[in-house]
């Protein structure tokens, strides 16, 4: 059974930084395509960055580019992470990552393994 855990969320201040991270089990992360999403209350999940399984691939949204970075390590620690500066209090979210049995991509559809998610938020 395939399952996703996600960490490092927590409370921070504008303009501060933080590392996600998500691990799997049931699954060797470094064959798959990943992808972190985030979704606020009432609001619909929206894709934030994409990462191809060797990580020499990415894809960014317009609204992160330039403060987040995602990247992976498939020969250690079989994790991915999302790497976010001078986060906004916009920002706050429960952020998701995911992995795709595919070519992964943008779109939520795309991916079939989630993680239960970790909550960010920012205060100003």
């Known amino acids: 059974q395939v399952k996703l855990v996600e960490s490092g969320g927590g409370l921070v201040q504008a303009g501060d930084s933080l590392r996600l991270s998500c691990t799997a089990s049931?699954?060797?992360?470094?064959?798959?395509?990943m992808a972190w999403f985030r979704q606020a209350p009432g609001k619909r999940r929206d894709f934030l960055a994409a990462?191809?399984?060797?990580?020499?691939?990415?894809?960014y949204a317009d609204a992160v580019k330039g403060r987040f970075a995602i990247s992976r390590d498939n020969a250690a620690k079989n994790t991915v992470y999302l790497q976010m500066n001078s986060l906004k209090p916009e920002d706050s979210a429960l952020y998701y990552c995911?992995?795709?049995?595919?070519?992964?991509?943008?779109?939520?559809?795309?991916?079939?393994?989630w993680g239960q998610g970790t909550q960010v938020t920012v205060s100003s």
């Open positions: 049931g699954l060797t992360l470094g064959r798959y395509p």
């Open positions: 995911a992995v795709s049995n595919y070519s992964g991509g943008a779109v939520e559809s795309e991916y079939d393994y």
């Open positions: 990462v191809s399984w060797n990580g020499g691939s990415t894809l």
